[in-house]
């Protein structure tokens, strides 16, 4: 068995690339853009650096499909079409995936151990973050390699914004809660940076919404 970072060094490696893209980003445009007008997998590559950089680096994989993970987390790697027809998943792609890194003897015996999905942009509850919080349970909620999913995510408000980070933040995390909840063999937590506040522009944060097993 591959030696692994633990989750804690994870984390807050996801914090970092997300906290070092937002910084970036403003700096980049002079104070006047937030990072949600950035480009796509933005934070995505700043967060696998981060993570690349850690003693003991797993191997990293952006956008693996969850066919292609499930077939790396299942005891079975043939069960995987049968997985997804019985939790009715559908084709879809994670963020960052997480693999053992060890020399392999074939094509066929990666491991996954960690799926992310990380989110720009998040303000509250939308449907699809909570349909992609289902996803991360089902995946799971099942005898598998895979040890815990992430929910990245990255918030920003003008400073015209009546409902402030502070109060949105733990109203979707009470709405992940709550599909979490139906799902008793699994946990949840969540950690986040501080809230930034830019004079005159807005406010900004970065968190990390965690599920594993109890």
């Known amino acids: 068995m591959s030696r692994f970072p ?6 807050d490696a996801m914090l970092r690339g997300t906290i070092k893209a937002a910084e970036n980003f403003l700096s980049w445009t002079n104070n006047r853009l937030f990072l949600s007008h950035g480009p796509h997998h933005i934070i995505s590559i700043y967060v696998a650096q981060e993570i690349a950089a850690l003693r ?3 191997e990293i994989f952006i956008d693996a499909t969850i066919s292609d993970i ?4 299942l005891p079975d790697r043939e069960a995987y079409t ?3 027809h019985k939790n009715r998943l559908a084709r879809g792609t994670f963020s960052i995936t997480l693999d053992e890194r060890f020399d392999h003897q074939n094509d066929e015996d990666s491991i996954s151990r960690v799926i992310m999905s990380i989110n720009n942009g998040v303000r509250n509850a939308k449907l699809e973050y909570l349909n992609e919080i289902e996803v991360i349970c089902k995946m799971l909620d099942c005898d598998t390699s895979l040890e815990y999913g992430v929910f990245g995510f990255y918030s920003d408000l003008s400073v015209t914004a009546r409902k402030k980070l502070d109060k949105r933040i733990p109203e979707f995390i009470k709405s992940f809660d709550a599909v979490v909840d139906g799902f008793p063999a699994l946990q949840s937590k969540y950690i986040g940076s501080d809230i930034q506040r830019i004079d005159e522009s807005g406010e900004w944060a970065a968190g990390c919404y965690i599920i594993q097993s109890i």
């Open 56 to 58: 003991d680096a797993p």
């Open 6 to 11: 633990t989750q804690t060094m994870i984390t």
């Open 82 to 84: 049968g997985f997804m």
């Open 70 to 73: 499930l077939r790396c987390s």
